[in-house]
Every structure is written in C-alpha cells, then in structure tokens.
C-alpha cells in the first residue's frame, strides 16, 4: 500500500520555467489536498479537491493551477516560476466520514523545489 | 478568516521532562487533529478530536478538547528523544473541507 506519493522528490527551477508536481492516491480517497510550506514555517494551504473533476481554491492560489481528472491524481501546475515559490510542497488526502477518529490526512513525502 | 495561533512557537527540554502546546482559536471548532512532522519529513496524523471537554491518549501523549471547542493541548510526559519535531493543530474552516495548519511548535529534546 504505497498511500500518496509525490515525484520529483527535488526540483530546481529557472525563473519563467513551468512545471508539473505529480501526486498519486491509492487509497481511494475522495479529498485531495495541496499544501507549501516554506522553511521554519507552518503549512499553508494551495488548493484542494473533494472528488473528481471539482476543485476549490485555498489561502495561496496565486501562480498555481490543479485538475482532478481522476480519483487517484490530483497534480499541481506551476506557470512562470518565481522565486517566492521556493518551498516544500505537500499533497495530501483524506478519507472516511467526517467524524471518524481516522479522518486526518494522509501526507505525501514532499517536493522541495528551488527557484533561482 | 479562521485564525490558529499555537504555542510556544519554540520548547526546548531536558529528556524526561514534560512539554505542553497549546492550540487557539478565534471561533468554535467542529473539530481538531494534531499532527506530528519530524525534522526533514512529512507531517504525519496523530488524533482528531471532536466532542467538548474530550481527552484522548496515546502512551505518553495526552490530547485534550476544550469545553467551549475553541482550544486544544497537546501532553507528553517524560520526553525521549524520539518526540523531536514540530507539533501542528489543524482546524477545519466552518462548513467546508478546507483545513487550516497552525503555526506549529518546535520541540527540541537534550539527551
């Protein structure tokens, strides 16, 4: 059971480059998530997905864009890199009912891109 | 919008002693998760809790639920080197499936 995985694993980038970080679920989840967390910092939350094909922006949107095409991917778009996007990138996903005891998020192990 | 302020930001401590965090919120929580992140990893779940006044364990560590569901704390008693890392709360924003981090606080153990 590989739960959510992430590639790459570490990226640098050009400023203008674009770019595509890939996340993979298999655990059938429905919500899917994607966070930046820039170092020393909290997790701050990109955009996120209740099931295939819907969307929602979070509290930094700007500069990013997603698709849910499928249950099990939900990859996250950089266009026109900048330097301020340097961060670690987590995708996550949940299942399960709202007030489960096991309704926390399944974390990716991260991409850490650097934009110079 | 939803605020979650966490603190202290940092605890350093000697192993075997204990360390609290502590999780507030500017409106009342359905619900609240706690998770660890160690150093160079991916935060990973530790409990949610949902009903006011609620308290939890695992071994050593103690999550307790206010009675108004507007704050949080996290226990560990006698630290081991293991419980390196930062401690994050995460609350759901009323009425939608967005949850938001809080600021996270870093512990540190000297042996």
């Known amino acids: 059971n590989a739960g959510v995985t992430q590639t790459p694993k570490f990226r640098i980038l050009k400023i203008g480059q674009s770019m595509t970080l890939q996340c993979t679920q298999d655990?059938?989840?429905?919500?899917m998530y994607w966070y930046r967390q820039d170092p020393g910092m909290g997790l701050k939350l990109i955009y996120y997905?209740?099931?295939?094909?819907?969307?929602d922006k979070g509290e930094v949107p700007n500069g990013y864009n997603v698709s849910r095409s499928t249950t099990e991917d939900f990859p996250l778009r950089l266009e026109l890199a900048a330097p301020s996007q340097t961060s670690v990138y987590f995708c996550?996903?949940?299942?399960?009912?709202?007030?489960?005891?096991?309704?926390?998020?399944?974390f990716g192990s991260g991409t850490r891109l650097t934009v110079v | 919008g939803q605020q979650v302020m966490q603190i202290p930001q940092y605890q350093h401590v000697q192993e075997g002693e204990d360390f609290t965090t502590y999780c507030n919120s500017s409106?009342?929580?359905?619900?609240i998760q706690w998770y660890k992140q160690r150093p160079g990893g991916h935060p990973v779940f530790l409990i949610q809790?949902?009903?006011?006044?609620e308290v939890k364990k695992q071994k050593r560590l103690t999550f307790q639920f206010g009675e108004a569901k507007k704050n949080s704390s996290l226990h560990i008693t006698a630290t081991q080197t293991t419980d390196v890392g930062t401690y994050f709360c995460?609350?759901?924003?009323?009425?939608?499936?967005?949850?938001?981090f809080g600021t996270g606080t870093r512990l540190k153990v000297l042996a």
């Open positions: 996550a996903s949940r299942g399960g009912l709202r007030t489960s005891p096991n309704y926390g998020y399944t």
């Open positions: 655990m059938n989840h429905n919500y």
């Open positions: 997905s209740v099931g295939a094909g819907i969307t």
């Open positions: 409106t009342t929580l359905s619900n």
């Open positions: 809790l949902v009903k006011s006044g």
């Open positions: 995460a609350v759901a924003t009323s009425g939608t499936y967005k949850y938001i």
